[in-house]
């Protein structure tokens, strides 16, 4: 049996989350993790193919209900997780300002935050479309863009939930060089001038040069250790 996924640490010393004994996956590939990341930390997540390192993800997030084990936040936090594709079908027409405002409305369906008025919401999105440099896109087909230009998309839609912690699920797929260089040097600047905890998942090691002081959670013998290059 697991632990309460949000029972709050007793001591945390900077620890953002603790994960004890724990278990994930599927009943035919299960991977243990003993870990405790610390806030304002960068930690990349390795691995070969079909280990689990997406699960991990959306389990730390909660899509994913934990086999056992114990994982503890050290307090509710705002999380903006990334995945590897958009859920939206391409036959839906979508603006790329209604899709950047889905954050924000889902920041109010979950409880994190108060309905605000417009206007604190305009200076959000204008915070963050300045951030990322999205002002030209808005209001374009999200499905007319470039896979560089989605991904800023679906960047600019998290920001929107204002989170603490990013958690990204190989940010590289499906982009081109230039492309993949300026998502990295972006959640670079997110954890180096905004102190953002960020989780991501990458199998594409030669990026992780655009990033300061990351940290290595690694696959072995059928559970993730921290890497002793740490």
Aim: proline letters at 4%.
């Amino acid at each position: 049996m697991c632990s309460s996924r949000w029972n709050p640490l007793t001591e945390t010393s900077g620890i953002v989350l603790e994960a004890r004994r724990l278990e994930i996956g599927y009943i035919s590939s299960v991977a243990e993790v003993n870990w405790e990341p610390k806030e304002g930390q960068f930690w990349v997540i390795r691995g070969p193919n079909g280990c689990g390192k997406s699960t991990l993800l959306k389990t730390l997030v909660g899509l994913l209900s934990p086999l056992s084990g114990t994982l503890k936040w050290s307090r509710p936090l705002a999380a903006g997780y990334i995945p590897q594709s958009v859920e939206i079908h391409p036959s839906v027409n979508l603006r790329v300002l209604d899709f950047v405002m889905m954050g924000r409305r889902a920041l109010v369906e979950s409880g994190q935050r108060r309905l605000r008025d417009d206007t604190d919401n305009k200076v959000t999105l204008s915070a963050v479309q300045q951030r990322l440099g999205i002002g030209d896109i808005l209001h374009r087909n999200f499905w007319d863009l470039s896979g560089g230009q989605q991904r800023r998309a679906i960047l600019a839609r998290t920001l929107m939930v204002e989170p603490e912690c990013l958690l990204v699920d190989e940010p590289s797929t499906g982009l081109d060089r230039p492309s993949a260089i300026r998502f990295y040097e972006e959640l670079n600047r997110l954890h180096k001038e905004d102190g953002k905890t960020v989780f991501i998942v990458s199998h594409e090691d030669h990026y992780l040069s655009e990033i300061e002081q990351t940290r290595i959670l690694d696959f072995r013998d059928g559970r993730f250790v921290v890497s002793e290059d740490n």
